[in-house]
């Protein structure tokens, strides 16, 4: 089945850098890949998301990029902000079955 | 536009009791149904997800069940909680059985056995 790695498991940064968080998945049908942000007490809430068709997306400050050959797929964000701060989650999916990654907890810093 | 809703939003129960909890969403017809359990500081692991009324598919053994009542409603049970029970409890929806599809999380419940 499915596995999904996701790296760093803790990832601070200054305010106005950039962080980037990297996935990668096991299995080359996958062909859908959302990011999810979680804040404190709350249910995780979609971000971004990429399929397979596509190598870049971008949203603003936050973009995603796929390398189907290589089957990983990063999140960036760019200026990051206090708000920014909160546990990311990457996911690979195929047909109705999706795979979490274990989360990135990214920290800004003032 | 469509929304999805989770309660209680708390709940503290001690070993031993029974659990109830509700998901339901408004605003889509037929989605697929998920329930998720979130450990302290980890990652998500789904419990059950369901495509239609009636039709539950476990994905974890364990001493929770889920029903599937209406076509909008989702409820995760235990006839006895356990301490390892406790965690926070994510229900999702998505709107197309069989493919690819976004999955969208309620505002969650948490849940701590004593």
């Known amino acids: 089945g499915e596995n999904v790695e996701q790296h760093p498991s803790t990832l601070s940064v200054q305010e106005g850098d950039s962080a980037v968080i990297k996935c990668t998945y096991s299995?080359?049908?996958?062909?859908?890949f959302p990011w999810y942000k979680q804040e404190l007490g709350k249910g995780p809430q979609l971000i971004i998301d990429i399929r397979s068709n596509v190598g870049e997306k971008k949203d603003q400050r936050i973009a995603v990029t796929l390398n189907k050959t290589a089957k990983h797929f990063s999140l960036h964000i760019t200026e990051t902000q206090p708000e920014d701060s909160a546990v990311y989650f990457c996911?690979?999916?195929?047909?109705?079955?999706?795979?979490f990654g274990k989360g990135t907890r990214l920290h800004i810093l003032p | 536009s469509q929304t999805i809703h989770q309660w209680p939003a708390t709940l503290v129960q001690p070993v031993g009791s029974p659990l109830s909890l509700e998901c339901t969403v408004e605003g889509t017809s037929n989605p697929n149904l998920y329930w998720y359990r979130q450990a302290a500081g980890r990652g998500l692991q789904l419990l059950f997800y369901?495509?239609?009324?009636?039709?539950i598919s476990s994905e974890v053994p364990q001493n929770l069940s889920a029903s599937r009542p209406q076509d909008r409603q989702f409820i995760l049970s235990s006839k006895k909680l356990l301490l390892s029970d406790s965690g926070f409890y994510l229900c999702?929806?998505?709107?197309?059985?069989?493919?690819?599809?976004?999955?969208?999380f309620g505002p969650g419940t948490r849940l701590t056995v004593l």
């Open positions: 299995d080359s049908a996958s062909n859908y």
């Open positions: 996911a690979a999916s195929r047909d109705d079955k999706i795979i």
């Open positions: 369901s495509i239609g009324i009636d039709q």
């Open positions: 999702a929806w998505s709107m197309v059985a069989g493919s690819t599809d976004t999955q969208y």
